[in-house]
């Protein structure tokens, strides 16, 4: 085989590979256990670290902790009662989220000071929504609050199980703004609609039936989808007006919100969790609950399983800091407060 040959093939066998969605590399850099407790049963943290101040910052079953990004070890902590546990939001110098015992937190990151707690007897469903200085917190009892962001004081909450018989076990979809109004929805196939202000309700929407809410945002359009077709929470545009959602059951589809179908494409055993940061021309990087990663081909549809995996079980989307434009650093932490660091290029 001569030199030009050589090279021809070379070149068609990188086509294939990035058609077939290794669009990318990835490699782990270390693996961190920080849990210091034998109650391994305990869901101590499901939650997306946040990048602060050259630090990894993720609550686990004891405290707020403080990471080196690029050596793993810990700089610092804030000790918290049972621990900071699911959705959380950081902003700038500050992080809000719920501790096992329903305590909601804020935290001045830079101070390593707890500024106040509110007692809302659950966790989290959703991650928080900050606006006109109040947020917006959606607890897995159904319950929405209006908390004051600078005091902790609550202003109005909203049970939406009220509207039903007897209590259910529902998902709940993150809160929605739209003028004046917050909206959000339950798994049985209810949107709620209430002023932000005052937290009285002023429709209920029932998209599972006939009855089809007429949404007046992409994004309430694409909470309709998601209640009608019972996707998981975690979906992201991969290009204008283009959407790509998974199923609890694995199914993966696509949609644009314009024409407010669902197409399906691939199928896994598991729920896929894609990664938006990680897109790279038609590939993107996902993960399962159980720590399978994948590449997942926009174009071809392909789902590819990728050799490694990640470390422990149960997994919030990860931390991703940019080095260059090619060289992203992940950080994904499990359940059992299992952090780990990967290179991740292309």
Known sequence: MNLLSKYILILLLSLSYLQAGFAFELDRRWVRDFNQTTQKNIPVSIQTPYFHNESIVFGDLKALRFVHPKWGH????????????GPNLGIQDYLFG?????HFYSINLSEKKILWKTNLKSLLTAKPLLNDGLLYVLTQDQKLYAIQASSGEIVWNFQA??????????????????????YFGLSNGTIYQLNKKSGLL??????LGKDNLKAPSSELQLLQIKIQNKLTDNS?????????FSSKEGQ??????QSNTLTKTSKSNLAIYF???????SSVLGYSLDGKLFTYNLESHKLTPVDQRLTGSTFAQPAIISFSNKVKRLYFVSQNSVLSSWRFSY
Do not use: M, W
Request: charged share 20%; aromatic share 12%.
């Open 74 to 85: 810990q700089t610092g902590q804030i000790l918290i009662d049972k621990g900071l546990s």
């Open 98 to 102: 719920s501790s096992l015992n329903g």
């Open 161 to 182: 199980d009220s509207l039903f018989s007897e209590k259910t076990d529902l998902l709940a979809y993150k809160p929605v703004l739209h003028n004046s109004s917050i």
């Open 202 to 207: 002023q429709k209920s929407f029932f998209v």
């Open 236 to 244: 992201f545009e991969y290009k204008k007006d283009h959407f790509l």
């Open 252 to 257: 993966i589809y696509n949609t644009s919100i």
């Open 275 to 281: 990664i938006p940061k990680s897109l790279n021309g």
